[in-house]
């Protein structure tokens, strides 16, 4: 579990402050993530959440003490933004980027406990799918719906993706699942973090792509 | 029709050699073309075509004597590279490129020739479908070939895309139809020459992505 483990996210403190340093060092490492989905079709994916994660890290950099957290980040920015925000800046970056974090924390977990289409077992399309309806489907006019139903092809088999997030290591697919779950416990926990700033901080938009 | 007789392409001479830094001068303004079309469905294609523009711009100008013409590169590429080539460096980037020109010069010969579904008269997935079919359609697998399905229902009106390419300048369609025709003077012969040195040299490869 190469790419999953070795780059695990950092358990959050009580208050759920989460540093934006350590954050962008745990995300950076996932758009490799869809590499391991195989298929190129999934390159302008990559391309998308790495253009988020360049944005709040360009953010960051102009003022480190300022955009310690990201809860500071986005207090700033409102301050800054007026009436465009939250529709500006970083604050919709992260407002996109934790999209794509909540799909894939719902496809691993859903892989992790299991789920599975009983006449296709070695597909994961059923958790794909899972996923995607929760995470990101309401963002989504019917084109690009269907432009994703068209893409959900390319998905690989179940036991390609596990061998490709484990880059290569001989691991039994019971390895692969227990390490998938300790990497949820930080990783759903941020995720969840986020979702939780946006609403306390009525930073959230519906508008769809 | 701002976009595309601002930056004509530059006559051939005699020889049919294509300048390298005219080419790439004119073609750096195609990507824009994309805009024109509107929706942001065609993002991941401007990525790709810029893409390629990039390769050839980066091998150019680590020598610009060497890589003078077209010709000259993909001669110097075929040493260079071995049995690698053609599938290697600016050879392959001009391969894929040389198809989204061929796809943008018979979309726009057939608008030009008043190619039009009769039923949709202000639809342009007729054309749209006609220079995918000849430019691409063989190069695509069957789940991008569905992708590009999807992608043509976010199509524009033809003409909201004829007041895309004079960017915003009045001009009767009749205009816009004459500076198409003229642009095609240029655009075809260099697009043709392309494919033409493509097949002498036996370049061309039918993989497909
Ligand atoms: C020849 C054939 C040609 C056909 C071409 C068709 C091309 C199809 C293009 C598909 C779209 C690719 C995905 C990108 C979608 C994006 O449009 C959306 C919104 O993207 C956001 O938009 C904002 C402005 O509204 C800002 O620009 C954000 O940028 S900002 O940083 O500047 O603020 C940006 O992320 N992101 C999304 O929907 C996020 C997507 C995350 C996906 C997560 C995993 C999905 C896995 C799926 C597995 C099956
Ligand atoms: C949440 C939902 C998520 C769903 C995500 C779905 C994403 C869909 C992705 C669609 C693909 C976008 C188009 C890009 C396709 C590319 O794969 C191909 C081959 O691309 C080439 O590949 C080579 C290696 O084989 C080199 O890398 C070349 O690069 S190199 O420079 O390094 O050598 C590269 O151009 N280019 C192409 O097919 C060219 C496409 C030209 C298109 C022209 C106009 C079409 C207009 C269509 C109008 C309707």
Redesign the interface.
């Known amino acids: 579990m190469a790419i999953l483990l070795e780059n695990q996210f950092s358990e959050l403190p009580n208050t759920n402050e989460i540093s934006t340093k350590s954050f962008l060092e745990s995300v950076s490492h996932l758009p490799s993530f869809f590499d391991s989905l195989g298929?190129?079709?999934f390159?302008?994916i990559k391309?998308d959440i790495n253009g988020n994660i360049t944005k709040i890290q360009a953010v960051y950099d102009s003022d480190p003490v300022k955009y310690e957290t990201l809860q500071k980040m986005l207090e700033a920015e409102k301050t800054m933004y007026g009436s465009e925000w939250p529709k500006a800046g970083a604050t919709l970056a992260l407002m996109w980027l934790k999209r794509g974090l909540r799909f894939i924390q719902i496809l691993l977990q859903s892989l992790a406990d299991g789920e599975r289409d009983e006449n296709n077992p070695n597909h994961i399309r059923v958790n794909i799918n899972k996923a995607y309806e929760q995470a990101l489907k309401k963002y989504h006019g019917w084109?690009?719906q269907?432009?994703f139903?068209?893409?959900l092809?390319?998905a690989p088999y179940r036991s390609d993706f596990l061998k490709g997030l484990s880059k290569g290591q001989v691991v039994t697919e019971e390895d692969c699942l227990a390490d998938i779950r300790q990497f949820l416990v930080n990783f759903s926990a941020t995720v969840d973090a986020i979702y939780e700033m946006y609403t306390v901080m009525n930073a959230e938009l519906d508008y769809m792509?």
Request: hydrophobic share 75%.
């Open positions: 298929f190129k079709v390159a302008p391309a084109i690009v269907k432009i139903k068209a893409a092809l390319a792509v």
